[in-house]
């Protein structure tokens, strides 16, 4: 059964800093394209992060220089560390994992900014 478990979520100020996770089970991430989303409330979804099984990384403008998103094989986690994060980064997190169109997400995690 495959699981994918994101962490690493919480409460910081502006200007601070997260490092989230996602971890999984049943499934070798190596192989996978694996996506960051999230989303704020009532908001739609949005595309945050995209690493692909070759390593190129996409980053959409608004996170650009300020996140870096990145996999550990040997873990099979993915991370995504945040910087200088802004109150508009407040959103639930989301780990998405793909391969030839079967899709696998996690169940999220709140990143709340504010001072």
């Known amino acids: 059964q495959v699981q994918v478990v994101e962490s690493g979520g919480g409460l910081v100020q502006p200007g601070g800093s997260l490092k989230l996770a996602c971890a999984g089970s049943?499934?070798?991430?190596?192989?996978?394209?694996m996506d960051w989303y999230r989303q704020a409330p009532g908001k739609q979804r949005e595309l945050v992060a995209t690493?692909?099984?070759?390593?190129?990384?996409n980053y959409a403008d608004f996170v650009k220089g300020r996140f870096t998103i990145s996999r550990d094989n040997a873990k099979n986690t993915l991370y995504l560390q945040m910087n200088s994060l802004q109150p508009d980064d407040t959103a639930v997190y989301y780990c998405n994992v793909h391969r030839q169109g079967v899709y696998y997400w996690g169940q999220g995690t709140q990143v709340t900014v504010s001072s």
């Open positions: 049943g499934i070798m991430f190596s192989i996978y394209t």
């Open positions: 690493l692909t099984a070759a390593g190129t990384t």
